[in-house]
T-cell receptor, first 111, second 112 residues
């Protein structure tokens, strides 16, 4: 079936370092969404990318959607302790009204 | 946060007992979803609903059933709970199935 793979599974950084997580789909996606889950919390929507090659920024977070619409990345510049959590990408399943989620990247930060 | 609640928030039960989890929304969204979250597996879809009385299976539906008799409520039932169903269960809602999903606070279920 359709799959979305996310790497790395875990990432530990020093506060102030950059962080990147990558998302790869087995099929072309109509859009890709990113969610953040704080420890003990629930996933919260961050952003949706729709266009091939699209780049969006939210303060220190930069999201990219690949030209082939099969991969995406989330880059955080100069991490802060508030960035701790698990970041998920998700894409629509073809022909169905549901999403398939990546396994997530858990980010921990040493202050 | 979207108006979505889950009950109970925590539950401990024994193997073989039936368990029902409830998801309630006040957003009048058409689509509702049940996921389970386990370490190393991310969010896996159990069942979802695309309208009242309209449901479909997700990737990990074995051992679970659902019902949606009203737009605002989506119930997840474990007919006979097993230890492998120990997990955190999240409900999500969406106005369009392939669009943004809003998650409830989750239910932590422990099956002993």
């Amino acid at each position: 079936g359709q799959q979305v793979m996310q790497i790395p599974q875990y990432q530990h950084v020093q506060e102030g370092e950059d962080f990147t997580t990558y998302c790869n789909s087995s099929t072309t996606l109509s859009n890709i969404q990113w969610y953040k889950q704080r420890p003990g919390g629930h996933p919260v929507f961050l952003i949706q990318l729709v266009k091939s090659g699209e780049v969006k920024k939210q303060k220190r977070l930069t999201f990219q959607f690949g030209e082939a619409k099969k991969n995406s990345s989330l880059h955080i510049t100069a991490t802060q302790t508030t960035d701790v959590g698990t970041y998920f990408c998700a894409g629509p399943v073809q022909g169905a009204q549901k999403l398939v989620f990546g396994q997530g990247t858990r980010l921990t930060i040493n202050p | 946060d979207a108006g979505i609640t889950q009950s109970p928030r925590h539950k401990v039960t024994e193997t073989g007992t039936p368990v029902t989890l409830r998801c309630h929304q006040t957003e009048n969204h058409r689509y509702m979803y049940w996921y389970r979250q386990d370490p190393g597996h991310g969010l896996r879809l159990i069942h979802y609903s695309y309208g009242v009385k309209d449901t479909d299976k997700g990737e990990v539906s074995d051992g679970y059933s659902v019902s949606r008799s009203k737009t605002e409520d989506f119930l997840l039932t474990l007919e006979s709970a097993t230890s492998s169903q120990t997990s955190v269960y999240f409900c999500a809602i969406s106005g369009q199935g392939v669009d943004t999903q809003y998650f409830g606070p989750g239910t932590r279920l422990t099956v002993l």
